[in-house]
């Protein structure tokens, strides 16, 4: 199972791609730099939030996953 850690820090890089994406498109489309920018931030802290919620209710869906294999060369397993 996914740590959250490991879910926080995926959705933060992949966020920090988002927002560079969303602030360029805000711009392009508004010609506004601080309109632009602020549009990203309020997206990206809004999917960040969904994000996360949406990672950790997947990690404790059992659905579709297969048991992890044992660990060989390693006392007691195997």
Known sequence: METGRRTILK???????????????????????ALGGSLALVNTAIGLVAYVLYERLWARIGWGRRPAAPALGRPGHG
């Open 11 to 33: 959705a933060v890089l992949w966020n920090l791609l988002g927002v560079a994406m969303m602030a360029l498109t805000g711009y392009a489309m508004t010609g506004s730099v």
